[in-house]
């Protein structure tokens, strides 16, 4: 089994490799910069069958063990003449391991600060952060997709708490699939998680649960990416005891980062298709000031 990492060598890949400055100091776009209008046209070129898959889990509004704070929703229904008109009331804290969502680049910090080294008591307010929010991101993320299908390289349903994902390991997968992962693309990483939750208690735990290793952040970096899609999220505990491990890519090398991801349709649609490339679109909710956004990404094949 691959061993943990320590706390030098998980810092080393988020302070000693960040992206800070890159895009200049007051960037806010971060590594979506690497989606390029060229990148953009690549990619859409990708869509041959025209098949759409959502990788969005359902508004979670049933109270549940990984969802202790459910979303709201209320529909109106009212009158008008001999017909009539209905409406709806959302409500939800989307952060956590319920809601599919994306992270805007003020989510997430440790001691060095937020992406580019601000200062979040500074940056964030009551009232919305002041500082990579993600209405930065109000064209949209769209780009290539990869999907690296960790059950399907294992020949086993879900990643265990034993054997979480590394670095190495994705490599391995992007070759064995035929695929190269390049320059602002967005890396798509099945590990199981609905099979998971089918077979064990419901994953999700901030103790213990299964994912990505923190040397997967050596992958994200080398490969130049734009954005992580995952179903499961950083394993915890954490590698070295640092706040975040391959969250961590959000204030380091700017990632846009999609959470709780449902990829399981997409990992049969692309088995019953032969690739694993396609169009990857997400458009968060232009808010601003917000720290991320549901959302509803789609892969078109």
């Known amino acids: 089994m691959a061993r943990d990492w320590t706390r030098a060598e998980v810092e080393e890949q988020l302070h000693g490799r960040s992206n800070w400055g890159r895009w200049g100091a007051h960037d806010q776009v971060g590594a979506v910069n690497l989606i390029t209008a060229a990148k953009r046209a690549e990619a859409a070129q990708l869509v041959r069958t025209g098949r759409s898959v959502s990788l969005s889990r359902p508004f979670p509004t049933r109270p549940h063990v990984d969802n202790p704070r459910p979303a709201s929703h209320y529909t109106t229904k009212t009158p008008r003449g001999t017909g009539g008109i209905s409406g709806d009331y959302y409500g939800i804290e989307y952060h956590g391991v319920a809601s599919t969502h994306v992270d805007a680049l003020c989510h997430v910090w440790d001691e060095r600060g937020l992406w580019q080294g601000r200062d979040p008591d500074v940056e964030l307010t009551s009232r919305g952060s002041l500082w990579g929010s993600v209405d930065h991101w109000r064209e949209g993320i769209v780009t290539r997709g990869v999907l690296l299908d960790v059950p399907a390289f294992r020949g086993e349903p879900y990643v265990t708490l034993d054997r979480p994902v590394h670095g190495d390991e994705l490599e391995e997968i992007a070759e064995a699939q035929g695929v190269c992962v390049g320059p602002g693309d967005a890396v798509v990483v099945h590990c199981g998680r609905d099979a998971w939750d089918r077979e064990n208690p419901p994953w999700g735990t901030e103790e213990s649960r299964p994912g990505l290793h923190a040397s997967c952040l050596t992958f994200l970096r080398d490969h130049d990416c734009a954005a992580l899609a995952w179903d499961m999220l950083d394993r915890a505990p954490n590698d070295g005891g640092v706040p975040w491990t391959v969250h961590g890519a959000i204030f380091a090398y700017g990632l846009a980062v999609v959470d709780n991801c449902a990829l399981e349709p997409l990992a049969a649609a692309c088995a019953e298709e ?28």
């Not at 690739?275 to 990404?297: D, I, K």
């Open 274 to 301: 032969g690739r694993h490339e396609f169009l990857f679109v997400v458009a968060p909710l232009v808010v601003e000031g917000g720290t991320g956004s549901p959302a509803n990404p789609l892969a078109l094949l």
